[in-house]
Structure formats: structure tokens, C-alpha cells
């Protein structure tokens, strides 16, 4: 819809959800279940390794994104020593984990810890024959974090980039490092217990963190969200990247025990955030006629994914200039899910009697919550409908007064306010109390906008502390209160 532009536009700021605080993230939002981690200890020269492979393979094929696993071969066990000519799996970062008494007494392949918990006491290996059992405990268990991978790697200069996001959905004490490995499949030797070439799987090649992760946080609250990017160089290396994958998960620092973690390919994403798109951005309301029939906005899906829509605001909730409402409703029921490509219509009404022209818009917001974020369709009513009927019957427009922008502020506030006509009025803040801190404006202005300009300082000059304060207009028809906030 095209719309003229007047000189005398106001625009009213939206302030979105902490989650919209990163215009793009790779980790779903919503609660979700824990994630198991399996990092297996096994090598060339053990003769029962195969069997461990086996059962690990069929793990990972029945939970497709719930189990990942890394395949370590520590340098401390003659399990682990390559046959001559065959390359060395070997690698250092793996040896303490294997060695440390944190580990457990016993040391046997194959083995696995199973998010590193403490099965039996004292021991955190744990046999083949007990990975399923334990694995599907921990996937049964609530995740207060959920954890997202981008991963991209460019051929002509070796380096892979991977980001990786962490968004927790439920407050927790403590603090919490990050593991990111990267391990390399379709790695071809000798293998002790099989016959001819043997080919490994997710054996671990690197780590981009220290040996026990790196810092993440420190008591995280729900909602908050933590990204980290990491760079590889492969040109020293040479890693067939082709065949490399990702695994990265979250430590509890106290339990010592992995709250969850995600892995995928190198130049895969685990997750993209799906997009919600209204394909009307502002609904003008120019008539009276389109306040009485309504207007449509659609909420489209735009990804590849269905989305759940969890809520929508059916009116405005503020009090103000504009009352409109959803029609009817419920238009759905909640959570509603949008499959890709689906969408669904809102119709918003607009409630008001008319008066005469005035080249002005007056702004509200509809908040539309999905599970990614919150989203806002702008109501812009032309403010030649904004009226109010007199006593007598006669038909007399509002005064319009404006949010304070910036709000909150530390130096100073803009307010505007709008006149049908000729007015004697007051515009003074006062703070909670009811005490008057500053006289803005006092006297007779003439028809249209006006602006003032509070700087925080009362009527002596002095600036006055922080806090919530407000600012309210008096006329002889109206008396409109606004409230904002002062901060140092």
C-alpha cells in the first residue's frame, strides 16, 4: 500500500525481547530435553573395540540428532599404538581425561563416558553394554540450555569458522565451560578383533578450547544467550574436511557432567533460525470506513521449518490515542503451529469517531510472540479520526501527547505533544509523589506540534536523581499523564 508522507510524521521506536537482541542464531529457543554426549576411549590393537563401534553406530543411527560421539586414542595404552606403516590416531589431549583419578580406578576398552556422569561411584566409564541405558536417561531428562552450530570452512584458504551458540531456558547457579572438538570419519588402519582395512569414525582430531573447556558463564538466567566463534587453520594439518565434524557441548563446572551439546558436519548448521515474516508491516487507517471494516495483516512462515506461534495481542494494552481490536477472536488457538509457506490472516478493527483533516499519524503496536521471538505490526491512524463528542454533542479532537524519546534517558528527553486547536495548557514533570519538578510549558499555543525538551534538572537548575518520573499535560479539556525514566 502506498501512502503519502507528511512533514509532520511521528515515528514511535518498538523495543523488542532480549531474544531479539542477535538478528540471527543457529540454537532453538524453546525448553527442549538434554542432548547425550558419548566420548569413547578405543584403539587399533583392541580386539573388542569393533564390537564398541558397533554399538555405538546404533546408538547414533536410532537418536539422529540426540547422541553425538568423539573417538579418543589416548598415547597412554598399548591398545592405542599404531601398526607400523598405518597412520597414528593418537592424541594428547585425550590423556588426561583417561589418566586423571577424576576419571574413575578402573581403565578398560572400549569404554565411554556417557555426558561424563558418575554412573557407580567414583567411576565415569562406562561399558558398552550399558551406553544405551545410560544415554537414554540423560535424553529423557529436562536441558536448561540448548546448544546451535554454523559451521563453514573455504577451500582456497583452509580456514574453517565455526559459531557457536548456547541459549539457556531456565536460570541455573554455577559456572559452565565450553567443549568444541573436531573429529574426522572414514579414517582407514589396521584394526586388532577385525579382518582386512578397518575404517574409524569420529576420531577425534583437535580441540578448540583448553583441556577442560573454555569459560562460558556464570549463574546464566532464562533467556540469556552466549556465542563464541572459533578458526582453524587446516593448511597445517591437511584433514580431509570433507569428512570432519563438529561437537560442541556445555559443562557443568560444579557436577563436572555435560549439560548437553550438539554436532554436525563441517558446513552444516544445526539449526537456522526460522523466520516470521508480516507481510504488511504498518496497517494505515486513512478512513473511516477502513476502521469500521478493519484491515489484514498475514504472519507468514518463511522458513524451512514450522514455527509455533504462542501468542497474539487481541488489544491494545496501553492506554492511549488508538483503541483497536483482533477480529474475531480467538482467530486460532494457541500455540498454533505455521508450517513452512503457511500463514494466517489477522483483521485489526479501529474504534473512533472522525473530526476534521490534520496532516498527522498517530502510531500503536500489535506484538505478535513466536517461539523464535516477538514480532510488531505498527497501527498508524491518521489523527484527523481521533476525536472525542462534548456535552453539548459537538464533535472535538484529542490532544495528542507522545511517548518521551528517548526513554529511558541520562542527558535528555524530547516531548511532543499535538493541538487541534488554540490551546491554554501546562506541561509540567512531577515525581512520584505528586510534587512538581519542572514547569515544561505554561501558557496559550497555537494549533499543531509542539516540542519541549527536559534535560533532567528541576526548576532551580539542579540536576534531580534517577528514578521514574512523569510528565503531564493540562488543558481545559484534558488532562493526559506519561511516565519516564531517568537514569544516571
Known sequence: MKCKIYPQLI????????????????????????????????????????????TMAQILADNPGRAFAVAYHPFNSSYTLPYTGDPDFRRHYADSLYMSPWCGTSRYMPSSFVARRLWTPGERLTGRSDWTAFGNTIMNEPSPLNVGMATKYDPASQL???????????????????????????????????????????TFREAFVGQWGDFLCENPQAGDFYTRQFTFNNSVTGYNMDNCELLAFVLDNGSTEVVSGMGCDVGDTTYITPDIEVSVDTLFFTTINMCADGLTATIFNNSALPVNLLDVQQVNLIPGNISWFVDPWPFTSFPYTLDPADSVNLKVHVMIPLDFPMLQYVYDSLKITSEVEAHYLKIAVESSLLTNIDESGKSVSNVVLFNSAPNPFSTETKITFSLPEASELTLEVVNISGQTIRNLASGTLETGVHNRVWNGTDMHGKLVPAGVYFYRLKTDRQVITRRVVLIR
Open 160 to 202: 574453517l569458522t565455526v559459531t557457536v551458540d548456547v541459549y539457556y531456558t531456565a536460570p541455573v547457579t554455577g559456572t559452565y565451560n565450553l567443549m568444541v572438538t573436531l573429529a574426522e570419519n572414514n579414517l582407514q588402519s589396521q584394526q586388532s578383533g577385525a579382518t582386512g582395512t578397518y575404517t574409524h569414525k569420529h
Open 11 to 54: 515515528m514511535l521506536v518498538m523495543v523488542c525481547l532480549s531474544v531479539q537482541l542477535f538478528s540471527q542464531h543457529y540454537v532453538p529457543l524453546e525448553p527442549m530435553d538434554k542432548n547425550v554426549i558419548y566420548e569413547e576411549f578405543t584403539g587399533v590393537k583392541c580386539p573388542n573395540c569393533p564390537a564398541g563401534h558397533t
